[in-house]
């Protein structure tokens, strides 16, 4: 079965707001988790990654909390836009870098309301 | 720099017949990555090549399906003898290589098969 899961299928959130996109995964040996952004037609865009020795990472308006202990994974955007809304994958890599056997999770609808 | 490039984009197939699906990884890439989605999923990890070497292709359904990477021209991923299952859009990324963090994925293409 799937061992990365995202726990809401739509998340809609108005323009402005703050965005909390949340993830679970089941490997306690992954080293390393990769936030994907895929818009309608496109292929899955990079945001933000983060290894294991670390529980907090800042991009641009992005954020990704890592809690090992319970396995979980958010991605917090900050003064939400109307070009975020996508769909938002984690994905988790049991082999510590590269995008080679990544897991990805079903992903989670991100839609901005004006 | 152009970006992973793959085609066609849309590929309509009748059952029994070959896909082929091609791509170029981004300049100065030497690692190509194959991942299927189906629809409302997430990516399904399938194969992963170098130059003229498959690395891993623990994703890769046994029958029909055949994945290479040329020392000359882009990577290519075969299905043999469709069938309406294999309808999917199947995405390439390139990395520059193993154990770099990000990979960039190109476009896909939308197999579809009647």
């Known amino acids: 079965g799937e061992s990365v899961g995202l726990h809401l299928p739509t998340l809609s959130v108005q323009e402005g707001d703050n965005s909390i996109i949340n993830c679970a995964y089941s490997?306690?040996?992954?080293?390393?988790f990769i936030w994907y952004k895929q818009e309608s037609g496109k292929g899955p865009q990079f945001i933000i990654d983060?290894?294991?020795?670390?529980d907090k990472r800042q991009g641009q308006r992005v954020t990704v909390l890592l809690n090992k202990t319970v396995k979980h994974l958010s991605l917090q955007i900050a003064a939400t836009q109307p070009g975020d809304s996508a769909v938002y994958f984690c994905a988790e890599n049991p082999q510590g870098g590269g995008a080679d056997g990544l897991t990805f999770g079903k992903g989670t609808h991100l839609i901005i309301q004006p | 720099n152009a970006g992973v490039m793959q085609n066609p984009r849309h590929l309509v197939r009748r059952r029994g017949q070959e896909a082929r699906l091609r791509c170029s990884p981004m300049?100065?890439?030497?690692?190509v990555y194959w991942y299927r989605q189906l629809p409302e999923e997430g990516l399904k990890f399938m194969v992963y090549l170098q130059k003229e070497n498959i690395i891993d292709e623990s994703g890769m359904p046994k029958e029909r399906f055949s994945a290479e990477f040329p020392k000359e021209g882009p990577s290519i991923l075969r299905i043999q003898q469709v069938v309406r299952g294999d309808s999917a859009a199947y995405f390439c990324?390139?990395?520059?290589?193993?154990?770099?963090?990000?990979?960039?994925f190109g476009q896909g293409t939308r197999l579809t098969v009647v």
């Open positions: 490997n306690s040996a992954s080293d390393y």
């Open positions: 300049k100065g890439h030497s690692h």
């Open positions: 990324a390139s990395s520059p290589g193993r154990g770099r963090a990000e990979a960039f």
């Open positions: 983060i290894r294991s020795n670390m």
